[in-house]
T-cell receptor, first 115, second 114 residues
Framework: GENVEQHPSTLSVQEGDSAVIKCTYSDSASNYFPWYKQELGKRPQLIIDIRSNVGEKKDQRIAVTLNKTAKHFSLHITETQPEDSAVYFCAASDSRGGGADGLTFGKGTHLIIQP | EPEVTQTPSHQVTQMGQEVILRCVPISNHLYFYWYRQILGQKVEFLVSFYNNEISEKSEIFDDQFSVERPDGSNFTLKIRSTKLEDSAMYFC????????????FGEGSRLTVL
C-alpha cells in the first residue's frame, strides 16, 4: 500500500518568514495530493490540493509543488502569520479503483509561528 | 454551508463494550469514510463506503469493526468489543465526486476506553 513520509515533524519560523513542509510517497499510482490544516482539538480542514497532471498550484500565500518523477510534493506558506500555527498533514491517494479510495496521511508537521 | 455532523462528541466506555459512532454526511455526497486519530498522532484511514458497500479498508479495520448506512442519511461505525487501544478521535468524512476528491471531515467523536 501507499506510504507517505512527512518532514519536518516540527517547524518554527518567525512571523513573516516562509515555511516549507515536504512529503514523499511510495505508490506511483497516487494522483491526488491534498494538504490539511488541523488546529488543536479540531477537525482537519483542506487548505490546498494538487492532482498529478499539474506541477504547481497556488492560492494566495499557500502553494503546493509536485514532482511525480521523484514522488515528492511540498507545501509552501509565505508571509506567515500567527494564525498559521497548527499541525499540517499531507496525504496521497489514487483513484485507480474508480471508487472511494482512502487517503494515506503523513505524520504531520507542527508549525509554530514565532511573533 | 453544509457540513458533516457526528455524534456523540465524546463517549467513555468500558473495555469489552460495544460502541456505535454516528455520522450524517453531506446530503448529496456519495462516498463516506471513517478515519482514526490517536492523540498526538497522524490521521489513519479505516474504511471507505460507496453504493452501500465497503470500497476499501485498512489493516486497522479488523473483524471488530463494522460500518452501516441504515437509512438515507446516517453512516455508523460499530466497534463490537472495545479495547484500550481503540481510544482515539474518530473522524467521519464524505466526498461528492468520483474517485479521489476533497474530503469534508466531521468534528470527530472522541472515544475513551477504560
Amino acid at each position: 500500500g501507499e506510504n507517505v513520509e512527512q518532514h519536518p515533524s516540527t517547524l518554527s519560523v518567525q512571523e513573516g518568514d516562509s515555511a516549507v513542509i515536504k512529503c514523499t510517497y511510495s505508490d506511483s499510482a497516487s494522483n491526488y495530493f491534498p494538504w490539511y490544516k488541523q488546529e488543536l482539538g479540531k477537525r482537519p480542514q483542506l487548505i490546498i490540493d494538487i492532482r498529478s497532471n499539474v506541477g504547481e498550484k497556488k492560492d494566495q500565500r499557500i502553494a503546493v509543488t509536485l514532482n511525480k518523477t521523484a514522488k515528492h510534493f511540498s507545501l509552501h506558506i509565505t508571509e506567515t502569520q500567527p494564525e498559521d500555527s497548527a499541525v499540517y498533514f499531507c496525504a496521497a491517494s489514487d483513484s485507480r479503483g474508480g471508487g472511494a479510495d482512502g487517503l494515506t496521511f503523513g505524520k504531520g508537521t507542527h508549525l509554530i509561528i514565532q511573533p | 454551508e453544509p457540513e458533516v455532523t457526528q455524534t456523540p462528541s465524546h463517549q467513555v466506555t468500558q473495555m469489552g463494550q460495544e460502541v456505535i459512532l454516528r455520522c450524517v454526511p453531506i446530503s448529496n455526497h456519495l462516498y463516506f469514510y471513517w478515519y482514526r486519530q490517536i492523540l498526538g498522532q497522524k490521521v489513519e484511514f479505516l474504511v471507505s463506503f460507496y453504493n452501500n458497500e465497503i470500497s476499501e479498508k485498512s489493516e486497522i479495520f479488523d473483524d471488530q469493526f463494522s460500518v452501516e448506512r441504515p437509512d438515507g442519511s446516517n453512516f455508523t461505525l460499530k466497534i463490537r468489543s472495545t479495547k484500550l487501544e481503540d481510544s482515539a478521535m474518530y473522524f467521519c468524512a464524505s466526498s461528492g465526486g468520483s474517485g479521489a476528491g476533497e474530503l469534508f471531515f466531521g468534528e470527530g467523536s472522541r472515544l475513551t476506553v477504560l
